[in-house]
Nanobody, 125 residues
């Protein structure tokens, strides 16, 4: 049974940083591409960053490019999202997700098969 557990969310002032973690279990870690998504109240879930199987390739939404970094620790079966220069508009629930699709970099919600429960990030001005 695939399990994804996010952590590291919290409240921070604009310009600050947070690092989100996603601990994965219940499957062969190296078999899936992974991504981070977020959802703000009243908005659709949007893709933030993606990483291919093994983590050698990454892709970012324009809104976070240059500020967020996705990475993997394969030995720990953990995905990370380093978020710097945070803005109030980054406030959302952040989710990690897995996909077997080669289209991982499209960052489309329906391409992803498994989801974590989410962690709240709040950025104040």
């Amino acid at each position: 049974q695939v399990q994804l557990v996010e952590s590291g969310g919290g409240s921070v002032q604009a310009g600050g940083s947070l690092r989100l973690s996603c601990a994965a279990s219940g499957y062969t870690y190296s078999s899936y591409a992974m991504g981070w998504f977020r959802q703000s109240p009243g908005k659709e879930r949007e893709g933030v960053a993606g990483s291919n199987v093994g983590g050698s390739m990454t892709y970012y939404a324009d809104s976070v490019k240059g500020r967020f970094t996705i990475s993997q620790d394969n030995a720990k079966s953990t995905l990370y999202l380093q978020m710097n220069s945070l803005k109030p508009e980054d406030t959302a629930i952040y989710y990690c997700a897995l996909t077997t699709s080669w289209r991982w970099w499209y960052l489309r919600e329906y391409d992803y098969n498994y989801w974590g429960q989410g962690t709240q990030v709040t950025v104040s001005s």
